[in-house]
């Protein structure tokens, strides 16, 4: 299954409401769930970005849709980076010409 690395940045909604991050982070993890996807970690950084979430989705598709969704609420927005294993990316490197 894909891995997706979601970066994200409180918008002003989110950040008057950071005291409902975890009951947030709650929320899409059931909403992944109920897709077939897999929420691995999410972590509160510092810098750039305010969080940083790793979940493995079905496809492209998927994902897309879960952060629609999560966009719409209004507290977040998302820049999604499709991350390859040392797997895909020898059998990337195997097929260059």
Do not use: W
Not at 28 to 45: E, L, P, S, W
Not at 54 to 68: G, I, K, Q
């Amino acid at each position: 299954m894909p891995t997706y690395i979601v970066l994200g940045n409180f918008t002003d909604q989110g950040i008057r409401g950071v005291r409902d991050s975890i009951k947030r982070e709650d929320a899409f993890r059931r909403q992944c769930d109920k897709v077939g996807a897999k929420v691995k970690d999410v972590y509160r950084t510092m810098g750039r970005y305010d969080l940083a979430a790793v979940v493995d989705a079905p496809d492209d598709v998927t994902v897309s849709s879960l952060l629609y969704s999560t966009g719409t609420l209004g507290n977040i927005r998302t820049e999604t980076l499709r991350a390859f294993t040392r797997e895909e990316t020898e059998e990337a490197l195997s097929k260059m010409m």
